[in-house]
Structures are given as C-alpha cells and as structure tokens.
C-alpha cells in the first residue's frame, strides 16, 4: 500500500514537471516576444474551370520572424482577386515554420465563379502582369495553448514567377 501510493506521488511529480517544462517555451508567445507571422498569397494556378464549378490552387507562404519555431495548425482565408471574391475557407494543414525561416503550402479551392471567369482566367493567362489581390483572414498558431493571428494583406502575385519551365 505504502509503495504504491509512494509510486503516484512519484508519478504525479513527473508529470507535474513535464508539463511545466513544455510550457515554457509557450511563455515567449504570451510576452512581448513573440512577432507576428507574415502570410502571403504568391500564386493562384487554374485546375479545371467549367461554367458552373472551378478549381483553383492558392500557394500560401508563412514567413517566421521569430527567434523559435511557429507550430500553424491551420489558416482561415478570404481572398479576393482582381477585386472579385475568389475564395473563403479553412484550411487544417498542420506545418512548423523554422526560426527566421518560411513554408509554403497549396490550398485546393473549388469555386463557382460563373459571371466573373473569364476576368479572373484572363488575368492569370497573362503570366507578366501583376494581379492584385486581398488576403484577409487569421493563422491559428501552436498546438496547446495557441492563438488566432489575424491578418490583412494587400500585394501582387505575378503569375509567370511561379511557372515551371
């Protein structure tokens, strides 16, 4: 009987620790420390586009500015294109972005864009002309005690850049 609860003290103790121990990386989040995450639309490829339905793939890049890794545990989008509503959603891709480093990542979009297709599939037909874009949206961020990183970008993507020879 003596051991026994003598082994859930000890067990308890360990426990104790260990979760004390992993939090303490999560420390440099809550204080001033932690920058947020940069997060930037650099192409949109045309899969299939059909009158009714398209697909698209977005490729997102995280830039980390900071001193530790950034676990993303996922991405809530809306991206407007030439200044028609693209795409909204949720993606659940689960990544760790290195210290001062960055990752890039392809979201599959399927759409119904009927009355604004032709703009949209013209513009990225043009490989050397810039495509301005929106993105709005939030990157949740660590894997216990995370937080949603909210964000606005206005840029360009140059559809050309992006294109395998």
């Known amino acids: 009987m003596f051991y026994q609860a003598q ?3 000890i067990l308890s103790l360990l426990l104790f620790f260990g979760l004390s121990s992993a939090l303490g990386g999560c420390s ?9 995450p940069e997060v930037r639309l650099v192409n949109v490829d045309v899969v299939k586009a059909r ?10 890049r995280i830039d980390n500015p900071n001193n530790f890794s950034l676990p993303v ?17 949720e993606s ?9 480093g960055h990752y890039s990542f392809n979201v599959p979009v399927r759409t119904n864009l009927w009355r604004h297709l032709r703009q ?16 709005q949206g939030a990157v949740k961020t660590g894997w ?5 990183v909210h964000m606005s970008r206005n840029g ?10």
């Open 156 to 165: 360009e993507i140059i559809p050309g850049n992006y294109l395998q020879e």
């Open 92 to 100: 659940n891709a689960s990544f760790t972005v290195p210290a001062h």
């Open 7 to 9: 082994t859930i003290r």
């Open 120 to 135: 949209i599939v013209k513009a990225l037909d043009r490989p050397d002309e810039p495509i301005p874009y929106r993105l």
């Open 28 to 36: 440099s989040w809550s204080s001033g420390d932690f920058k947020d």
């Open 51 to 60: 009158l009714l339905e398209q697909h698209f793939m977005l490729r997102f």
């Open 144 to 148: 216990l005690f995370g937080r949603s």
């Open 73 to 89: 545990r996922g991405l809530d989008y809306i991206v407007h294109l030439n200044q028609v509503k693209l795409a909204e959603g």
